[in-house]
Nanobody, 123 residues
């Protein structure tokens, strides 16, 4: 059974940086596309970034382009580097996986989800 665990969340001031990690166990990550999503209180879950199983393709939401970078660090970990954070980035961040090469920013694309990590951007 594939399991995903997010880490790296926390409290940061506006303009600061955080690096989130998604660690996968139970399956070979090489066959899974990975997505990062976030959900703020009272809002729908939205796609932030995603990467193909091969690592050759990635996508970003317009709101984070130029500030966030997704990467496949090793056989078990996908990271999301978040720079120049803004208060509107505050949310619970989730990683998700699907057994396909093609990544998507659509939540329904993914069958496997982590429990989430809180990111709070505030002065």
């Amino acid at each position: 059974q594939l399991q995903l665990v997010e880490s790296g969340g926390g409290l940061v001031q506006p303009g600061g940086s955080l690096r989130l990690s998604c660690t996968i166990s139970g399956r070979n990550l090489d066959y899974y596309a990975i997505g990062w999503f976030r959900q703020a209180p009272g809002k729908e879950r939205e796609g932030v970034s995603c990467i193909s199983s091969s690592g050759g393709s990635s996508k970003y939401a317009n709101s984070v382009k130029g500030r966030f970078t997704i990467s496949r660090d090793n056989a078990n970990t996908v990271s999301l580097q978040m720079n120049n954070l803004k208060p509107e980035d505050t949310a619970i961040y989730y990683c998700a996986a699907e057994n396909t090469d093609e990544p998507s920013l659509w939540p329904n694309w993914y069958n496997y989800w982590g429990q989430g990590t809180q990111v709070t951007v505030s002065s």
